[in-house]
């Protein structure tokens, strides 16, 4: 009853009931996955009502596991109502509905037993639990109890009970009482939360006219060719000609440290009895450092002089330890938490620049701290394949840039990856960038406002790439996907943006008790 629970709330809201849909034996896997590509909100939608068969109106099959259970697992509480893992309860339809989901979606690639796979979608379960037991917590407190007759009446449309189209009571009687009891208290909280539903959605009334703009924005579609400049390939020479220019970022010690954070005079009296050899450095890391380095005596490796500015905030007191001979200890350092000592292992010195190693610690240097100009760089790089497109076409000037095309479209002008129209996100060959550029305005804009089979200026996305975009076409929507898009859209701004805040709500409510980490790697152990 629970997937049927949320799913009315949805049919009512616009106005039609919904019949469960059975599964199309010859619907392939990939047709699956290409239609939740396409439209990934309309697709759910269709996956859900699925769902209503699968898990509600169908024996609901055990998880693995839960039936050995000797006791209920609690996996918390919500105002001190226990959100428990027993067969055939709430919690347990949500988990076998996201199995499902998954598995569809996945396909063979699914591992159920990759706790680490499967954490979101009991975590997901869970939270979807916590906001029904709210919801009932809300109707509760409101006084609100669905009519005995209207509960029947709901229970009499199920389909297990129908033959030859009607009702059949000689089904309904073949369940046992306890099983009849727990129906009705099903099909009573569904209601329940249906009728929560309803009352916020009719204070939040939707325009026609803000439906008809949104539908509008799905139109018109462009299809990209993309070339992709990745950061963390900036080349060897660049890096080598980095740290010939900054040398002295670069110099290095082998330091070791003794840090005490009680007081300053405590680290002076340490520092001094290893001053007069009364205890050595090692011991001294031993028994008194408070940081990371005390179990290996103090010794902190191998550093660079750009590393030492996250430990040491005073430039010279950096440079003090930076001139330390071998065996030398330095005077006591204010660090930003605590006082500190060090002692040189070996002479510092200038850079290897025949270490294999370094050119790797100046790009990690360089990504943090120099990222302007690695990108600076590929721009230019950039506009330089963009002349070169202009003159040989985007297919040959790729090749002889010795770089790869990545193509994807159509899609719309989707600021904000909305799950209304098709997703950028969804496109499997713009996954390296979905995640970074769904609400960039950068890159929409310049996507957009670049004409046709013209290369756009360079885009710069997030800290990994610079991009040229190629718009290859430009497509308008045809009218019965916009006017399906507008008639969904008023479903979907309740399902996401006030179930959204709804979800907010109750998961920030201190009424929740979460223990839900604990409870799950204890149920898979």
Do not use: C
Not at 384 to 409: C, H, M, P, Q, Y
Not at 436 to 454: E, L, R
Not at 491 to 516: C, E, H, P, V
């Amino acid at each position: 009853m629970a997937f049927k629970a949320n799913n009315k709330e949805k049919d009512e809201v616009k106005g039609k009931t919904k019949k469960p849909v059975a599964k199309d034996e010859n619907s392939t896997l990939a047709d699956w996955k290409r239609r939740f590509k396409e439209r990934p909100f309309m697709f759910v939608g269709t996956l859900v009502i699925l769902l209503i068969v699968i898990v509600a109106f169908v024996l609901v099959p055990a998880i693995p596991g839960v039936s050995n259970v000797g006791i209920e697992l609690e996996f918390g509480s919500y105002n001190k109502t226990p959100i428990t893992l027993v067969p055939g309860n709430y919690f347990t339809q949500q988990v076998q509905g996201y199995e499902e989901l998954y598995r569809y979606y996945y396909g063979d690639s699914y591992d159920a037993s990759n706790i680490f796979l499967t954490y979101p979608m009991w975590r997901s379960a869970f939270e979807d639990t916590v906001i029904h037991v709210a919801k009932l917590e809300e109707m509760k407190k409101a006084g609100y109890v669905a009519p005995t007759d209207v509960v029947n009446r709901e229970i009499a449309q199920l389909p297990q009970f129908q033959e030859n189209g009607r009702f059949s009571s000689l089904k309904y009687r073949q369940m046992d009482n306890m099983a009849q009891r727990s129906l009705f208290r099903e099909a009573q909280n569904s209601l329940a939360e249906t009728r929560y539903t309803n009352d916020m959605v009719n204070t939040l009334p939707i325009s026609s006219n803000e439906a008809a703009f949104m539908s509008q924005m799905a139109s018109p579609q462009r299809s990209f060719d993309m070339a992709l400049f990745s950061l963390y390939d900036y080349p060897e020479t660049e890096l080598t000609a980095y740290v010939t220019s900054n040398i002295a970022l670069f110099r290095v010690a082998h330091l070791s440290q003794i840090t005490i954070m009680s007081s300053e005079r405590e680290a002076n009296q340490i520092l001094a009895t290893v001053r007069d050899g009364t205890a050595t450095f090692e011991d001294a890391a031993k028994n008194y450092s408070q940081d990371s380095y005390a179990e290996t005596g103090g010794d902190m490796g191998i550093k660079m002089a750009y590393e030492l500015t996250s430990i040491i905030p005073d430039a010279a007191d950096r440079e003090t330890l930076l001139s330390l001979p071998k065996g030398e200890l330095s005077p006591l350092i204010r660090l930003s938490s605590g006082w500190a000592f060090f002692r040189a292992e070996e002479e510092p010195r200038a850079p290897d620049m025949s270490d294999t190693t370094l050119n790797a610690r100046v790009r990690l240097y360089m990504m943090d701290f120099e990222g302007g100009r690695i990108e600076d760089w590929y721009i230019d790089r950039a506009n330089e394949l963009a002349t070169s497109i202009n003159v040989l076409g985007f297919d040959e000037a790729l090749v002889v840039a010795g770089l790869e095309k990545t193509s994807f479209g159509p899609v719309p002008l989707n600021y904000g990856d909305v799950g209304l129209f098709t997703t950028l996100s969804s496109l499997s060959d713009a996954t390296s960038i979905a995640s970074t550029v769904v609400s960039d305005q950068n890159f929409w804009q310049t996507a957009f406002s670049t004409p046709v089979a013209t290369p756009s200026q360079p885009i710069v996305i997030g800290k990994s790439y610079v991009a040229i975009l190629y718009p290859v076409s430009e497509t308008a929507l045809d009218s019965t996907s916009i006017e399906a898009i507008e008639s969904s859209y008023s479903s979907y701004w309740i399902g996401n943006t006030m179930n959204q805040a709804l979800r907010s709500y109750f998961l920030a409510s201190d009424k929740l008790d979460d223990r839900f980490s604990d409870a799950y790697f204890e149920y898979f152990q």
